[in-house]
């Protein structure tokens, strides 16, 4: 982990800590280091969950089909 990352770490992907609090350290425990982030004060950010889609839905939009010409 550079500087850069402890500075915006929403630009990398990143969060602070909820359980430290960003300190990397916690009264709430026995160990040195928070367990929840392994001390950076750190958390990779949860990809947001997308809903299901209906059955039969598609990801794509349809695409009209071409219409052959009136001579054919």
């Known amino acids: 982990m550079n500087l850069a990352m402890l500075l915006n770490p929403a630009a990398y992907g990143y969060a602070e800590c909820s359980w430290c609090c960003g300190y ?22 949860r990809p947001r969950q997308r809903e299901p889609r209906p059955p039969g839905t598609h990801s794509m939009p349809s695409i009209p089909h071409a219409k052959p010409p009136d001579g054919a």
């Open 24 to 45: 990397g350290s916690s009264l709430k425990e026995d160990s040195d280091r928070c367990t929840n982030c392994g001390g950076s004060g750190l958390v990779r950010k």
